[in-house]
């Protein structure tokens, strides 16, 4: 893992906080979720942003944690946020 890869990890994981953050705040309820824009987006940008990151990491990195972590499916999570 070099240092761009820590970096990128780094950010990931703030955008995981940001989510959390955000359940917190909305009760983390369904119902929330699809009636509220801002809870709604403000998910979605995160997850957004973590899939772009995903694909800036370095592949041996990919290829070294892709037996614990889905990278193909979280990159293809952005996509779904652009819709």
């Keep these: 893992m070099n240092e761009r890869d820590i970096e990128i990890l780094k950010s990931i994981l703030n955008y ?6 955000a359940n917190r705040q909305f009760g983390a309820d ?3 979720f699809e009636n509220n824009t ?4 403000a998910a979605a940008m995160c997850v957004l942003q973590i899939g ?3 694909k800036r990491l370095s592949e041996g990195y990919k290829q070294y944690t892709s ?3 889905p990278w193909h499916q979280i ?9």
């Design 16 to 21: 995981c906080e940001q989510i959390d953050e």
């Design 30 to 32: 369904k119902e929330c």
């Design 38 to 41: 801002v809870y709604r987006n």
């Design 52 to 54: 772009e990151l995903a």
């Design 67 to 69: 037996d614990s972590v």
């Design 75 to 83: 990159q293809g999570a952005s996509q779904c946020c652009r819709s």
